[in-house]
């Protein structure tokens, strides 16, 4: 679990051109789905290429506390014998989500309607994210939520007896909150109907049909009407996790950053309500190749090469969003190198990711020598053009894997070397990020390891 234990300080310096194969791990989103589902499935579940990050461990350990099975069987390989929707018992200690609001989350979703008592938590940076967004809707199903001031965690949540089916229209655009909202519904008789304004990812709808629910999308002039049948009993199933997308980005945008980099990034998940800052990418100038298109695991995917090359500002259509909601770091990150200014509006919801990213960006890009301009919902990053950022800074991370990871990449193209306080999170999602990006020649060291005060 992220932010316990020893800090772990990094830098990153230019050096040579990245190249080479960047194996990226499972898709974080897809993997905690598919445990949850697993353990609601009767029988038992198969999956490869499973992300064995910190978060993702996380909702392994919930879900075997509330009965299943869940064994490691080989690297990225599990299986989950589920105990079938309604079958959670009760835990007999807290649940400790460690830095995964997907995780808590979407398990407070799936357990709401089950009769049980469950107390949650996580680490300093879930326990001041806003829960209220879930355990609302989640109280019109029954469900009792009972936390600290503000709606924060730690959280007591009791499911509902008599669970009611609920039609919900999700107030800010959020995959979290609709899938919880639909993991709840799982166990509430009649239709569960979640309408979204902005499509956000897919992956539940579309694990929820492969497990063998009924479940329906309508595109409406209102938005999206997702439509599901309570109480199926859903058939375990053989899953291949796609590579995440959101843990592409880092080693994608620093073959972008450094000159001479040529870099192949192979079976990246291009399901469409992820893959936004490609787009945002290939509209800068980068040099993308998209490679071998083929579907794997019900999701597109396809083969990354990736070679750098001059990038120009561009003002990132707000409607995007969604889609690219975790990759803004790091493209703000890559704007600090392009010629002309990177606009980037309608990001409000990055203030309640693992730390507030609007302000934790551009105070670190501020450090590095970069100018940019902020709003509540908007950041706009005024490029200085390859070679040409000073860095020499030392980054606050704010126990955020996405803050770190991009500060690192940035680290690779500055004047100076950039230092970021601590790299520990980075375990959260991807715990292989420094071996692979040292592999294609990156810069990147750790500092020596201290005791953090959290
Ligand atoms: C996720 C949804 C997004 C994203 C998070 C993963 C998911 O959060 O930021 O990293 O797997 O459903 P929101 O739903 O809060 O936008």
């Not at 709401?112 to 355990?135: E, N, Q, Y």
């Not at 972008?256 to 192979?266: A, H, N, Q, R």
Request: net charge negative; hydrophobic share 40%.
């Amino acid at each position: 679990m992220a932010g316990h234990g020893a800090a772990r300080p990094m830098v990153a310096q230019a050096g040579t051109p990245l190249r080479g194969t960047a194996p990226i791990p499972g898709d974080k989103s897809v993997s905690h789905r598919a445990l949850i589902l697993g353990a609601l499935a009767v029988g038992e579940t198969k999956i490869t290429g499973l992300l064995e990050g910190e978060d993702v461990l996380d909702t392994g350990k919930a879900m075997r506390a509330f009965g299943a099975g869940v064994e490691r069987i080989g690297e990225g390989a599990w299986t989950v014998r589920g105990v079938g929707v309604g079958g959670f018992q009760e835990p007999d200690n807290v649940i400790d989500h460690g830095n995964a609001g997907t995780g808590v989350r979407l398990v407070m979703g799936a357990m709401a309607t089950t009769d049980i008592t469950v107390t949650f938590t996580g680490d300093a940076s879930l326990r001041s994210r806003p829960m209220g967004r879930i355990t609302d809707p989640l109280a019109l199903f029954g469900a009792e939520a009972r936390g600290r001031r503000g709606g924060l965690l730690p959280i007591t949540l009791t499911g509902a007896t008599n669970p009611l089916p609920v039609q919900y229209t999700t107030p800010v655009p959020s995959a979290q909150v609709k899938s919880a909202v639909l993991l709840a519904g799982l166990n509430a008789p009649g239709e569960t109907v979640v309408i979204e304004r902005e499509a956000t990812r897919d992956h539940t709808e579309r694990m929820l049909r492969g497990f063998g629910a009924e479940i329906a999308t309508e595109a409406t002039a209102e938005g999206h009407v997702i439509t599901l049948r309570g109480q199926p009993e859903l058939r375990p199933q053989t899953i291949a996790v796609p590579r995440d997308p959101s843990s592409a980005a880092f080693p994608v945008v620093a073959a972008l950053l450094v000159e001479g980099s040529d870099v192949l990034v192979p079976g990246i998940g291009l399901n469409p309500t992820r893959a936004g800052l490609f787009d945002t990418l290939v509209e800068m100038g980068a040099d993308i190749a998209f490679e071998n298109r083929r579907e794997e695991g019900g999701e597109p995917v396809a083969d990354l090469r990736v070679r750098f090359g001059p990038l120009r500002g561009v003002e990132v259509p707000p409607e995007r969003a969604p889609s690219m909601i975790d990759e803004y770091p790091v493209l703000a990150a890559l704007a600090a190198t392009a010629e002309g200014s990177t606009i980037m509006r309608g990001i409000k919801e990055l203030r309640v990711k693992e730390s507030d990213r609007i302000d934790a960006m551009a105070r670190g890009l501020e450090a590095c020598g970069v100018s940019l301009e902020e709003g509540k919902d908007h950041l706009i990053v005024h490029g200085r053009g390859p070679g040409s950022v000073p860095g020499g800074a030392t980054v606050g991370t704010r126990l955020d894997h996405r803050i770190a990871m991009a500060f690192l990449c940035l680290g690779l193209a500055a004047n100076r070397p950039i230092t970021i306080d601590d790299g520990a999170p980075i375990a959260t999602s991807f715990p292989s990020f420094l071996p692979l990006m040292r592999a294609l020649g990156a810069d990147i060291r750790e500092v020596g390891a201290r005791e953090t005060a959290l």
